[in-house]
């Protein structure tokens, strides 16, 4: 049943983002989409190799081996460029046959791993209109297409909405024409680079700042880093290559590495598993110059070392890896080994909390479900009772305490969920006059610490609470501009905080890295930078939710699309699977960390969980449900 408060707000005008775990409006019918489960196929191990059409390249298997095709005899330029593009979309590791399409000179120059440029479409070939540099029958050609992402030379991935616009010099050899300049790196079809590549998680870790201190084992939280790496060319080598790169530059000012600077695999490593599951990954440490040196580590190090490698191939490998051997180079001595249940101590999202299923009930109090899900009943302590109705609520990560934002949207409340006690002084609270313009649901990282956003339009700013009851500090947000926080997350590390943020008539999903210091006098103090967006398709974004170490789960719509569910790596990126079996009149979304918990939604007939590929109610007395954090 609408409730009076929900009537009151679709009179004010259009929905807030329910991101902040604002009441819902409207009942909207409960309903769900058929799965349609992709077939598999074999690849035979015999016959004959066919030219694949760039357009059909998508829908081949992945374990199908793709190779590019030479250059035809009295090619044009136009073929010559388009045949070259095509052979770069090719499973040959150093784009052998590619670099038959270019001179001898420009083949030994052309870098195919700096960049990688992905267009919405197959890159198009124009004629370019510019006369050739006075090589005798040089012509010059453009490549040209809109953008979706770059990848960089780190594997790092951002979204991107320009036009890729390069040149290609051909002249002829021996009568045949050839690229003899073009620019380093690649340029793909979106469809190529979802065949080609996949994304894999590297893990650093956290720098907590003076938080550290505020949870056991502070300096060992495992913080997810998505780069790329090509899907069939070696991925486990390439991932932890990647790993020993250190963190891209996005993550790199809130996270470290425990290797050793330089450190690197041994020259000609391929990394695999032996039959019993365990991967040796033999290390060298290189100046800058290029010279080796021992690697000497001490076993509490190295034991940090080896649980980065393990958490990083984790999933890498048809067969689990049972053990990771750290060795010396050159069949040298073994310096630590780790098994995944030693590593344990440093899993990624340790700092998540068990996962209980929370939300509003009908009473505007906090309430929990219960045993295999089919009971609810209220919280104990003050937000269980309905004395301080509830218009937002939230969990701390070990599930002790509750934060809630009043139903006017002005004051924030922080109690035990246990005691018997009352609330006590709100611990924020806010100038605004609409509760739209109030505070937003705040949020709970695994350091205990409490966030919170304030939309008032006099004096909008985003709040920190260090151990959710000290004085609430001001955090500076670089890059805001004139956007409006209108919702806010914070991953269990404590360093990335996902917002959504309102910018005339529309509202984006945005990732930014917490950074934070003490300053001169000793006083912490917190800055969000790196504002990127991770949903840049979604037109309007209405809720988001931490759905994994590296993934959210996104409620919102594309431009002239219709509301769907989906998931978002936090590069940008689609995360698999990409969308998610419908319901109608979703308003809210929550998820686990963990990825083992059912995703909830808020719905206009209550409550429904995702259970098994398909959506049931869990109860339809009640709203905004969230898990801890």
Not at 138 to 150: F, K, S, W
């Amino acid at each position: 049943m609408a409730t009076g408060k929900a009537t009151e707000r679709l009179r004010e005008g259009s929905r807030p983002p329910r991101f902040s775990r604002t009441r819902r409006g409207s009942a909207a019918a409960l309903g769900a989409l058929v799965l349609l489960l992709a077939g598999c196929a074999s690849m035979p191990s015999e016959g004959e190799v066919r030219r694949v059409d760039p357009p059909s390249r998508s829908d081949t298997d992945s374990q199908a081996r793709v190779f590019g095709v030479s250059p035809r005899k009295d090619a044009q330029p136009g073929q010559i460029v388009r045949g070259f593009l095509e052979a770069t979309t090719s499973d040959e590791p150093e784009f052998a046959t590619a670099r038959e399409y270019l001179t001898g000179r420009a083949a030994r120059g052309w870098d195919p791993f700096a960049r990688t440029t992905v267009l919405d479409v197959a890159p198009t070939v124009l004629a370019s209109g510019r006369s050739s540099t006075g090589e005798e029958g040089g012509t010059v050609l453009e490549v040209t297409g809109p953008t979706v992402a770059l990848v960089d030379s780190e594997h790092a991935h951002q979204p991107s909405d320009g036009t890729y616009r390069e040149t290609f010099h051909l002249v002829r050899v021996g009568g045949e024409w050839r690229i003899d300049r073009l620019p380093d790196g690649l340029v793909v079809a979106e469809a190529d680079f979802e065949r080609n590549y996949e994304s894999v998680n590297t893990y650093h870790y956290a720098d907590l700042g003076p938080g550290a201190g505020a949870v056991t084992r502070g300096e060992d939280v495992l913080v997810a880093d998505p780069v790329y790496v090509r899907e069939r060319i070696d991925p486990l080598t390439e991932a932890v290559e990647a790993l020993l790169d250190g963190p891209t530059g996005w993550l790199a000012p809130v996270v470290g590495s425990a290797f050793p600077e330089g450190t690197r695999l041994a020259d000609g490593t391929r990394l695999s598993p032996n039959d019993s599951g365990t991967l040796t990954v033999p290390l060298v440490v290189r100046d800058g110059k290029g010279r080796e040196r021992p690697l000497r580590v001490g076993s509490a190090q190295c034991d940090r070392m080896a649980a980065q490698v393990l958490h990083t191939v984790d999933g890498q490998v048809s067969a689990r890896t049972s053990r990771v051997r750290l060795t010396r180079a050159g069949g040298g001595a073994e310096l630590c080994s780790l098994t995944p249940d030693e590593a344990e101590a440093y899993a990624p999202g340790r700092l998540g909390g068990d996962g209980g299923q929370y939300f509003v009930d009908d009473r505007d109090r906090l309430a929990v479900v219960l045993g295999d899900g089919d009971r609810t009943a209220p919280v104990g302590g003050p937000f269980g009772t309905g004395r301080v109705r509830m218009g937002a609520v939230s969990v701390s990560r070990d599930e002790k305490r509750g934060a809630g934002v009043s139903l006017d949207g002005r004051s924030l409340f922080v109690a035990p969920l246990t005691a018997d006690t009352g609330f006590g002084d709100p611990v924020v609270i806010s100038g605004a006059q609409r509760e739209r313009d109030g505070l937003t649901a705040p949020s709970w990282d695994g350091l205990g610490d409490l966030w919170v956003a304030d939309r008032d339009p006099d004096r909008s700013r985003l709040l920190w609470l260090r151990g959710g009851q000290e004085e609430a500090r001001e955090v500076e947000v670089a890059g805001l501009g004139r956007g409006r926080i209108e919702a806010l997350r914070v991953s269990s590390d404590g360093v990335r905080m996902a917002l959504l943020v309102s910018e005339g008539d529309r509202t984006t999903l945005r990732l930014g890295r917490i950074e934070r210091e003490e300053t001169d006098g000793g006083d912490p103090k917190a800055t969000v930078e790196g504002l990127r967006p991770i949903a840049p398709r979604m037109e309007e974004v209405l809720d988001a939710s931490w759905a994994g170490d590296s993934r959210l789960v996104v409620v919102g719509r594309e431009s002239k699309g219709v509301q769907q569910l989906r998931y978002t790596a936090t590069d940008g990126s689609s995360a698999g699977p990409s969308t998610l079996p419908g319901l109608n009149g979703v308003t809210g979304v929550a998820a686990s960390e963990n990825g083992e918990k059912p995703l909830l939604a808020d719905t206009g007939e209550g409550i429904a969980r995702l259970e098994r590929a398909e959506w049931e109610l869990v109860t339809d007395k009640g709203s905004m449900p969230v898990y801890p954090g």
